[in-house]
């Protein structure tokens, strides 16, 4: 049975995640996966693990809620991340709890996104916006993302988003701490915008799963504070990253009510609901005991630093400083044209698994990895990409 | 901003699990809510919970899995549901763990159906297949199921189906046992619907999710292990229903390897993977202890047996008993034309919540009840259920 025309552009074979993991590292390399987080190196919150025994002892009220999460659930967290971005959210109108941030990305595109749009996609971003786009039939724009001039401040390109809202684009999305570079958006330069996508009357879908973790004591803006925003804008955030719960599969959409509701509809054909137990966790989130969050920070800006330090030691790779969010992308030139079998060779004789720079755009010497590992094995781990590099 | 053409069926207001709760029920009355099972009546065995305790508590290999599911998790799995089925099932080739079966559903519904497709749909049956199909932009067309002569086994009407397949359908979706109805394909029917399918080259899904609860020692047959079946047809499955493990979300599907790498193509869009820590559930699944299937078997049937009496006590209503799993389908004839407004009274006044007919096709004089719950209390609840249709 052919397969329908929407798994044209679909390959998840080189996915974060779907890779085997190294073969045959040599006798003392640890092998590494960089392709996401190590829950060992940095394990959740005790607390949250706690919440769901307790849930799964509880029973029955647990196990069903309504499509779009349990009331209690949500009116904690609403208050909770309210807080946080600076808004009045109504926990019966503006929020949804998902089977994941994945799970809220693709419901909210979903959504909002229609067979045959133009749809803008930020380059190099997430993999999967652009990969969502082609399976709902609609058209990826790439919109230009400045971040190689290290001094200079990432910036989304305004002509490249001017000219793909003039070419019909209503919709953009982005992410914010970026993924894979770790740009972070300044203030003033997402007000700018803002004020472009008010005056094309353009919806935004912000993936801003890493907002928590922001180095070197930088500012962060939430897209959906500014100015008019929260109306045409979906905010997607969750416990998956910095407090390492992505195993509970559990993600938080903000925005407009109608959109909420829509994508509650569309979730009642996918997951019907996010797991009932693991529901808990977000009771647990965002309420974390004092400093916790900030050692976790510290601890990832360490881990940073010292990657950096390996990468600018050597002129075979470069890499923009994470400012936010726990990855690096790693320009390696040498590479260009043979990314596949470059990455197949760490990670079969080095033991070191990266994910391949064309997931998020036409990147093919780039690799981007998730530096949120035992640091020591990290930077062990580094070093063979390195040498492998320099070799290459 | 306006909804994509894909949302113009959608409305899940009255789905199973969306609607609010009793509201005042008359002292003394306990609220039933019939449109899910009850998990404090028929609680899952406490293995499962201790297996998902420890993944939480191993941490890192549980967190992540491989979009398809968890290695070790595929395996047993495949053994044990290779046995009930009669099958050989390959772990790597023919199984994908899904976030609850309502995700296999939609995976594989998104995987084998076309925009502009005709899809066969067996009316009534669950109101999921019909939404999904419309949401994939295509079209459902019904077949008739044959359940309201009580004497005579329940069946697919071969001239229904036949002409559905001269009308171009090449995917039929249909329950054993249906939902809403109870009823249970005989061995020798389901050799005709297979051997119908296959002179088309016609495709079946078929959701099996109470395979396991099937009354009165009555025969089942997997439709999957009919003669040449396996290459064309998916089966849904899961620990939800019997095994009262809804709140984890999870779900199998057992297929052709093309169809369940597509599967795993679109769960890497849609939730990237069913929760980690919840899939060590499935270990236990399929090996519960001794007599433990049995007596819970049992303890349906005898609900089944009360509330039937109930039923056939009054000519106001009528269902034909349940022959596998733990719905009932009610016919009132008085309600026709006024469905909502008895639905609503009943559960806003007699603290009752059921399902509409009109959710599993044109059925506007019916009601589906979810029996999976206290005994007593359910039987007091549908006392008042006739009580009502007998005013009305």
Request: glycine share 8%; proline share 6%.
């Amino acid at each position: 049975m052919a397969a329908p025309a929407r798994f044209r552009h679909l390959d998840s074979s080189h996915a974060p995640g779907q890779q085997r993991a190294g073969a045959r590292a040599r006798a003392g390399d640890r092998p590494v996966d960089f392709s996401h987080g190590d829950v060992g190196a940095f394990p959740p919150h005790p607390a949250a693990a706690e919440a769901v025994h307790d849930a799964i002892a509880v029973g029955a009220t647990w196990a069903y809620s309504p499509y779009r999460g349990h009331r209690e659930v949500r009116s904690r967290v609403a208050d909770r991340l309210g807080e946080l971005m600076g808004l009045a959210i109504d926990p019966d109108r503006h929020l949804l709890v998902s089977a994941g941030t994945q799970a809220g990305l693709y419901l909210a595109m979903s959504s909002v996104i229609e067979r045959g749009d133009r749809v803008g996609i930020v380059a190099p971003d997430y993999f999967a916006y652009r990969k969502i786009t082609e399976f709902l039939e609609a058209q990826p724009v790439d919109v230009t993302l400045h971040y190689r001039e290290h001094g200079r401040a990432g910036e989304i390109d305004l002509e490249s988003l001017t000219s793909a809202l003039d070419s019909g684009v209503r919709t953009i999305v982005f992410s914010n701490p970026n993924n894979p570079t770790g740009v972070v958006y300044e203030p003033s330069h997402l007000l700018r915008i803002n004020a472009t996508l008010a005056e094309y009357g353009a919806f935004a879908i912000v993936d801003q799963l890493y907002a928590r973790q922001i180095f070197d004591g930088r500012a962060y803006t939430h897209f959906a504070g500014l100015d008019g925003a929260a109306d045409r804008t979906l905010t997607l955030i969750g416990p998956s990253k910095t407090e390492s719960l992505s195993g509970f599969r559990l993600g938080v959409t903000i925005g407009p009510e109608p959109i909420i509701s829509r994508m509650e509809t569309v979730q009642g054909l996918v997951t019907l609901r996010a797991p009932g137990y693991s529901q808990a966790v977000l009771t647990t989130w965002l309420a974390e005991p004092p400093g916790w969050l900030d050692d976790r920070v510290a601890a990832h800006q360490r881990i940073r630093d010292e990657l950096m330090a390996v990468i600018q030691a050597s002129d075979a790779v470069m890499a923009r400083p994470t400012e936010g969010g726990s990855y690096l992308f790693i320009h390696i030139p040498a590479v260009a044209g043979d990314l596949d079998a470059f990455v197949e060779s760490l990670r079969v004789e080095d033991g070191v698994t990266v994910t391949r720079g064309t997931e998020f755009g036409s990147f093919p010497d780039a690799v981007r990895l998730n530096f949120s590992q035992d640091r020591t094995a990290a930077v062990a781990a580094l070093r063979r990409l390195v040498d492998r590099a320099q070799r290459w």
